[in-house]
């Protein structure tokens, strides 16, 4: 299993957002409520007055998460279907039970197999440099 970016050291962007506050001491302005004791008896204790706090890492680490997935599922993909391009779909080779199909097939797990041996340590020292770098 691949683990995600790990974003923990990352400081937090942290903020407070008064919309809520502001946008209530308008209302009680233009309703004319602004100097009314039950009013502002009712805001306190509904906790309307208290701004809120917004976190944005949160946000950041779980779109990194999504986004890392989708690469990694994407590159996945497509180095399976390099690989296995050559080999007859699994509906041709069930329709056909015929044998002369058979060495076909065979000849095509071969040079599948062949390509595999050769691409795949490529592949991996490739990977291997990337995550040894550190700038990654």
């Known amino acids: 299993q ?3 970016f790990d974003i ?17 001491f308008y209302e009680l302005r233009d309703r004319g409520g602004l100097f ?4 502002w008896a009712k805001l306190f204790s509904s906790g309307g007055l208290l701004p809120r ?19 990694i599922n994407e590159f996945t993909r497509d180095f399976a279907e390099d690989m296995t ?4 779909s699994s509906g041709a ?14 000849d095509a797990v071969g ?14 020292a490739k990977l291997e440099q990337y995550l040894d770098d550190s700038r990654t």
């Open 85 to 88: 391009a050559g080999l007859p």
């Open 8 to 24: 923990e050291f990352v400081t937090p962007d942290i903020s407070f957002d008064f919309s809520g506050v502001t946008s209530t």
């Open 93 to 106: 080779a069930g329709k056909t039970g015929s044998g002369k199909d058979k060495p076909k097939t065979e």
């Open 111 to 124: 040079s599948m197999r062949k390509k595999v041996e050769t691409e795949v340590p490529i592949l991996r």
């Open 2 to 4: 691949i683990v995600a």
């Open 36 to 39: 009314n004791y039950r009013t």
């Open 53 to 71: 706090v917004v976190e944005n890492m949160l946000d950041a680490k779980v779109e990194l998460d999504g986004r890392l997935r989708n690469v």
